[in-house]
């Protein structure tokens, strides 16, 4: 089990970019896929991006390809969301998961989760 802490969500315009950043508390990503899920009120937490430590391989969501990029930093032992282009839709608490197999979509799947960080999209 490893702990995740997230940061870096805000509030930004249309258009606008944010970048969030998934920690794990006193452990290591290393034989762990990182995944990106957002939840909006009233509506179930959805997938964004994953990507494995171990080869960086990526998958996406196809509502945000094209617009986030999710990488590892070997050195600072983080994993980033990088989130341009941002829409009103974007809208919602952004949580990073861990879990050792790759590629998981589905939230249940992942036994490891931060404690989220708000992103609110203007119009």
């Known amino acids: 089990q490893v702990q995740l802490v997230e940061s870096g969500g805000g509030l930004v315009q249309a258009g606008g970019s944010l970048k969030l950043s998934c920690v794990p508390s006193g452990g290591t990503f290393r034989n762990y896929a990182v995944g990106w899920f957002r939840q909006a009120p009233g509506k179930e937490r959805e997938f964004v991006a994953v990507i494995r430590w171990s080869g960086g391989n990526t998958y996406y969501a196809d509502s945000v390809k094209g617009r986030f990029t999710i990488s590892r930093d070997n050195a600072k032992n983080t994993v980033s969301l990088q989130m341009n282009s941002l829409k009103p839709e974007d809208t919602a608490v952004y949580y990073c998961?861990?879990?050792?197999?790759?590629?998981?979509?589905?939230?249940?799947?992942?036994?490891?989760w931060g404690q989220g960080t708000q992103v609110t999209v203007s119009s």
């Open positions: 998961a861990a879990e050792s197999a790759y590629p998981l979509v589905v939230a249940t799947l992942y036994k490891n």
